[in-house]
């Protein structure tokens, strides 16, 4: 019965759509409330790589009391999938850390809009360590992201060169982190989830040490009392928020990542930005030139005409 069959086919084709896009707007509306949180304390409480250690210490308990509790099963893993995620847990530490560094020093929609340009180094990456080749209208759609990007970055009132530098190492150490991370997930039982999890204690483990030897205890405890009475008791609750958000948002990414390619992947991650750049404009007030927007619409653009040509 072909006919059937087929009705079957489709039926299964829309439910993964569908699933794929429930995952795709979970993983955007976390990622706006991480983003808001996340500058909220860096704005109070400038110490990016405390930060990003503790968004990856509170992740990596909530997952160890899912899996002591039972709400998700803990995965049965072997050393050799402890060795094959240490580089990818290399690359989530620098591209999570430089992001926040950018952040710390920039306005969150000029990181997003530099970070929209995360396609172009997938290319890169793919064409030089990957020996992959494109086709010409590929090479020729990062033309305008390039453009764009770079256009958005001289037009940036509060231009900072660690803040730019930041956010290119995040695009960067990204690009491998998805293409090892599919490699990893691929042919091996655990899940998005879980393969999420172990990543994040690993890059725990990996970024502890230097967030004490770059920032430290000290200028953590004097930047806290700070904190604290600048923005009163809530900034607890702001740090738990950036937290918890941090962990969600990336698990739910992983979760679509096990069930689509990484070049799909960065295109939702680019379509993310969107909406993080239009959010955080919005609520912090960030003061944007005609010309600095133009850039920045230049790089979208840019991407979709990407994910044309890709296809
Ligand atoms: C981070 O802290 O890891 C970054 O804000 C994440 O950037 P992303 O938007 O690429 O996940």
């Known amino acids: 019965r072909p006919l059937d069959i087929n009705i079957e086919l489709s039926n299964e084709q829309s439910a993964q759509?569908?699933?794929?896009?429930?995952?795709?707007?979970?993983?955007?509306?976390l990622n706006v409330v991480f983003n808001i949180y996340n500058k909220k304390v860096l704005n109070a409480f400038p110490y990016p790589w405390l930060t990003s250690t503790l968004s990856l210490a509170c992740?990596?308990?909530m997952m160890l009391v899912s899996w002591a509790t039972r709400i998700a099963d803990a995965p049965k893993t072997d050393l050799d999938f402890w060795k094959t995620l240490f580089p990818v847990a290399v690359a989530h530490t620098i591209g999570h850390v430089a992001a926040t560094v950018s952040m710390s020093?920039?306005?969150?929609?000029?990181?997003?809009?530099?970070?929209?340009?995360e396609p172009a180094f997938t290319v890169l990456v793919s064409r030089l360590f990957m020996g992959e080749t494109f086709p010409l209208p590929v090479y020729l759609s990062l033309l305008p992201i390039i453009g764009g990007c770079a256009l958005a970055a001289v037009t940036e009132l509060n231009f900072n060169i660690t803040g730019f530098m930041g956010a290119m190492i995040s695009n960067?150490?990204?690009?491998?982190?998805?293409?090892?991370?599919?490699?990893?997930?691929?042919?091996?039982?655990?899940?998005?989830?879980?393969?999420?999890?172990c990543l994040s204690m690993m890059s725990l483990l990996i970024l502890t040490p230097f967030a004490i030897a770059v920032e430290g205890p000290q200028m953590w405890a004097a930047g806290w009392q700070n904190a604290v009475s600048q923005v009163g008791?809530?900034?607890?609750?702001?740090?738990?928020?950036q937290s918890v958000f941090y962990h969600l948002y990336n698990q739910v990414s992983y979760m679509s990542l096990d069930q689509i390619s990484p070049l799909t992947f960065s295109i939702g991650n680019t379509m993310k930005r969107i909406s993080v750049i239009v959010a955080s404009i919005i609520i912090f007030h960030t003061p944007i030139q005609p010309i600095n927007a133009l850039g920045a619409a230049i790089a979208i653009l840019g991407t979709f005409l990407y994910s044309q040509a890709k296809q």
């Open 17 to 29: 759509k569908l699933k794929i896009g429930i995952y795709f707007a979970t993983w955007w509306a």
């Open 233 to 241: 008791p809530n900034f607890v609750w702001w740090v738990m928020a």
């Open 172 to 197: 960067l150490a990204f690009v491998f982190r998805n293409i090892f991370s599919k490699k990893g997930m691929k042919g091996n039982s655990v899940s998005g989830m879980n393969y999420y999890a």
């Open 59 to 61: 992740g990596s308990l």
């Open 105 to 117: 020093k920039v306005a969150v929609s000029f990181t997003h809009i530099i970070k929209s340009g």
